[in-house]
């Protein structure tokens, strides 16, 4: 058994649980942070997508006890209340269809725009079609995900 | 409803044709959506995890399960021998499909017993330990094996008109050719899962990721032999289907209401992804070969082509997928003279399944590779030879299967696009390109769908709703249909809101549930909306038409002086809030809830004599790809597309254009990289997202341009003169396929490329070599 210790959406939380529970368990069965999803079990999809001290992570791929003393992020706590200004943008450019991906898909989208921003690099539609090739979306052929991202840059 | 009132009610409509966000919008981008994985498990839940077959084919002499249950947390192992009832999951019972087979192995894949554990992971980790001795035999893989072996899952089938064997050789030209479609992984980004709960009296709530909870029902009653009664099926929400989910999810469900069963307490089953690719049928892959006589001007005279199926170790639902590309295989194309003949091999792999389009795309597939295939051999441009085969007035309206094409919209939908997508231009410019290119080759192609709407299992065209109007207003709706992520929740939710004349709001759209609606049909066939939005709306105007009565007997104001609109009922010169209106109607005891019922009319399909009219309507579309080939390395890249499709009148563009924009995708990727490998021995080598290539984001075209067709609506009565989008776009895809031949075919003159589905660039090189004779 492993003592992991995390800031999970600002909180913190203390929790024994088996040397090899992955993160995205430990969210999901501990903690019921049932937003964060899994697609593929094989670090591929990217529907398991959170942010670990502030770095898109595939929580499939983590052990609950390497992320131990992180803060960790989950699409529940992207936003104080409200929207965060990516999640209104896959809503209002109806960036999906079945929504399994969707979590995964904002928490990196929002990683790859804070990314693009403290470099200074400019996060163009090739970028964006580039930076997402960790993500799958099997339903909406990506078109409104691309759009959902453009507009959210312009506004985070 | 009449014509006059629909088109010219449009301004009237509130909430129906308005671009409304997917009706889990906000929970999806939030996280709080619940799929049943994500549903906060009973005490006590158990996990299952499946062991199975290490052999294609041949029997388990030995199985030794001792040692797994003496692993940590099992508790129990499942065998063929717990089975109450029939022990077999085949969706037409036929009884080929045994949930867990006892001894005889058919497929690599098939499960043999099935761990139950307290714990997901001490299930998986317990599977490993389990002892299985086989004897193996020689499997049949693929459709050539079939065929050498002559093992059919069902009698070959053709639709037969004239006599092409003496017509072709007559025709001024003879064309014959031979190609392979490759088959197709869902991919659902949720995989199979169910949790069943036990209850009183050996009941069964069972919750299955299924797009055909009625079927689950029937399954797990007889498994358990329970009455159907006794079994319950929920579904909220799937994350995809695509048609895995359509008879896939059954097994899976029957599997922990067995469990559920034999330890008294809940079950759930999650398939791990690689399982879940190995374990679950796919899209069928064919073999085709055809013959056709064409006359100097490119038409077709005559024609003779056999498809055969790889239909994997069972029937499945093989009958209706295979028909259906018989039903395509004109595609938009009138075949005077024609013989359609379908094969369906039985072969030891997992037995292949629904997927978007139902064996239609294949059929289509074949008919716009002989449309290139005539082009190139007479030196036509492969449009022009599109549009002079294109059904037409009487004379060459009538379909292989004896229906007429009465709603064709074919030559203004395709001659718009070639105008918008501007063809002829590109042609040019294309033409030129590749001139002075030697190694990169462009290729450019305007392809046409026209998808039958119906099921063609007559029986299945039925739906029912139930809803119902509380004191306060507000609206509870159901219906047989199951969300997917098409955005089936919603469009019905708009028409049931238009009706009541309020916001969306008002309408809770609850869980799909064999309880509250039973009888119904599969979410498929793209006819979710087409069937549960006129249920929903007949619920309505039952309630409408006693609130009409009350209102008349209170009152004493006609139903043309009663409106239902901006939350508000106007009753003569009254007004009041639609609550107030519920509220006096219930206290005058009237009945506030109605079931709804709506089957299709027209439709009519006499299978043995292979005539009749199995479509309500046809659905239009078409696309036109640029595509650049490397012809060094064979690798491909989609430069431009433009789609123009016909959704009738739609009843929620934003949802509409999303399903043509995912299907296209969908399509684009069984076409050119989803490639399935089976080994000799019958092992799926591609089950993982790491060896079956999905479309990424940055395989698709930046320059994407999709327009709804401008059109009257619907010719036939259709909710609100919408039409059916699930499947038809993924065959926009076919023009991309075309355009990578048409590169190809750039290469020499006069030479049709033999160039196999998917085009991976291996396919691609493999195709510039034969069109080349190796001299590039
Ligand atoms: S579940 Fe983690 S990447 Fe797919
Ligand atoms: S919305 Fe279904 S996988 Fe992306």
């Known amino acids: 058994m492993a003592e992991v210790k995390l800031t999970v959406n600002g909180k913190r939380v203390t929790r024994h649980v088996p040397d090899e529970t992955l993160l995205v368990e430990f969210l999901r069965e501990e903690l019921r942070l049932t937003g964060t999803h899994v697609g593929c079990d094989t670090s591929q999809c990217g529907a398991c997508t959170v942010h670990v001290d502030g770095m898109a992570v595939k929580s499939c791929t983590m052990l609950a006890a390497s992320a131990s003393g992180s803060e960790v992020t989950t699409i529940e706590g992207l936003a104080n209340g409200g929207l965060h200004p990516m999640q209104k943008a896959f809503n209002d450019n109806h960036g999906l269809q079945c929504g399994f991906c969707t979590p995964g898909m904002i928490m990196t989208a929002v990683d790859m725009v804070r990314r693009y921003k403290a470099s200074g690099e400019r996060l163009d539609e090739e970028a964006i079609r580039h930076e997402l090739e960790g993500n799958i979306c099997r339903c909406t052929g990506y078109h409104n995900i691309v759009k959902s991202i453009q507009q959210a840059a312009g506004e985070m | ?776």
């Open chain 2, 1 to 776: 409803m009449d014509l006059a009132d629909i088109i010219s009610g449009d301004q009237r409509l509130a909430v129906v044709r308005q671009p409304i966000a997917h009706d889990s919008a906000v929970k999806h981008v939030t996280g709080q959506a619940a799929y049943i994985d994500d549903m906060r498990e009973p005490t006590g839940t158990l996990h299952l995890a499946p062991g199975y077959a290490p052999i294609a084919a041949g029997r388990v002499t030995a199985l030794d399960l001792e040692p797994i249950l003496k692993a940590p947390g099992v508790v129990a192992v499942l065998t063929a021998e717990d089975i109450p009832g029939h022990n077999d999951i085949s969706p037409k019972e036929v009884g080929d499909d045994p949930a867990i087979t006892p001894e005889r192995v058919n497929f690599y894949g098939q499960v043999l017993f099935c761990v139950i554990a307290e714990t997901r992971m001490e299930a998986r980790r317990a599977v490993k330990l389990a002892r299985i001795a086989t004897a193996p035999s020689m499997p049949v893989i693929d459709v050539d094996d079939a065929l050498v072996a002559n093992t059919t899952v069902l009698p070959e089938y053709a639709f037969v008109r004239g006599d092409p064997i003496v017509e072709i050789p007559q025709a001024p030209r003879e064309i014959t050719g031979e190609f392979r479609i490759g088959g197709q992984e869902h991919f659902y980004l949720e995989g199979q899962i169910a949790l069943a709960i036990p209850g009183e009296d050996g009941d069964m709530y069972v919750h299955s990721s299924t797009q055909h909870p009625t079927e689950v029902q029937h399954v797990v009653a007889h498994a358990l032999a329970v009455h159907d009664n006794a079994v319950t099926v929920e579904i909220r929400r799937m994350g995809g289907g695509f048609g895995g989910k359509e008879s896939q999810a059954t097994q899976w469900a029957v599997l922990a209401a067995l469990a559920a069963r034999k330890t008294g307490r809940p079950c759930k089953l999650r398939l791990d992804r690689d399982d879940d690719m190995i374990m679950t049928g796919k899209r069928h892959d064919f073999r085709v070969d055809y013959n056709v006589g064409i006359g100097k001007d490119g038409v077709i005279r005559a024609l003779d082509v056999t498809l055969a199926a790889r239909c994997g170790h069972s029937e499945d639902l093989s009958l209706g997928v295979i028909d259906r590309t018989m039903f395509h295989a004109d595609n938009s194309y009138f075949y005077p003279t024609c013989r359609i003949l379908t094969r369906r091999m039985r072969t030891n792999t997992v037995s292949n399944t629904a997927f978007r389009g139902f064996g239609g795309p294949q059929g289509m597939l074949f008919a716009e590779r002989m449309m290139d295939h005539i082009a190139y051999v007479t030196g036509k441009d492969p449009l022009e030879v599109r549009k002079a085969n294109f059904y037409s007035g009487s004379g060459r309206d009538r379909t292989p299967y004896g229906m007429r094409v009465e709603d064709n919209i074919l030559h203004e939908l395709v001659g718009e696009l070639e105008r918008t997508s501007e063809y002829w231009d590109r042609r040019k410019a294309l033409a030129e390109f590749n001139a002075a290119s030697p190694v990169l080759k462009k290729g450019l192609a305007l392809t046409p769908v026209k998808f039958g709407i119906s099921f063609t299992l007559i029986q299945l065209n039925q739906a029912g709703a139930l809803v119902h109007l509380y004191r306060d207003g507000s609206i509870s709706l159901n219906h047989g249909g199951t969300e997917m992520g098409q955005g089936l929740f919603i469009k019905v939710a708009q028409v049931v809101a238009e009706e009541f004349g309020v916001g969306i709001d008002k309408v809770k759209i609850t869980a799909t549930s064999t309880a509250l609606v039973p009888n119904t049909s599969p979410t498929a066939a793209s006819s979710g909306t087409d069937l549960n939005a006129q249920a929903a709306l007949v619920a309505c105007r039952q309630i409408k038409e006693r609130l009409f009565d009350f209102i008349q007997e209170t009152w004493n104001v006609g139903r043309d002086r009663v409106q239902f609109r901006d939350d508000r009922v106007i009753v003569g010169n009254r007004e009041m809030k639609l609550g107030e209106l519920a509220t006096a109607a219930y206290e005058a005891r009237v009945q506030l809830s109605a079931a709804g019922y709506y089957k299709t009319p027209k439709i009519t399909w006499d299978r043995a004599k292979a005539n009749g009219r199995p479509f309500y309507y046809f659905a239009y579309g078409a696309a036109c790809s640029e595509v650049t080939v490397d012809t060094m390395t064979g690798e491909m890249r989609v430069d431009r597309v433009d789609i123009r499709h016909d959704v009738g009148k739609s009843l929620n563009p934003a949802i509409d254009i999303g399903q043509i924009e995912g299907g296209f995708v969908q399509g684009m990727g069984w076409l050119t990289g989803e490639e399935l490998v089976w080994d000799s021995a019958g092992r799926l080598r591609t089950h993982a997202p790491s060896t079956y290539k999905i479309p990424t984001a940055s395989d698709v075209p930046a320059d994407f341009r999709v327009a709804l067709h401008e059109s009257g609506g619907n010719r036939e009565d259709s909710i609100y003169r919408s039409k059916a989008v699930g499947e038809p776009p993924l065959m926009l895809a076919i023009s991309v396929f075309s355009a990578i031949t048409d590169a190809i075919a750039s290469l020499k003159p006069a030479v049709m490329p033999r160039l196999d589905a998917p085009a991976t660039p291996e396919a691609i090189m493999r195709a510039i070599r034969a069109t080349t004779g190796g001299d590039m």
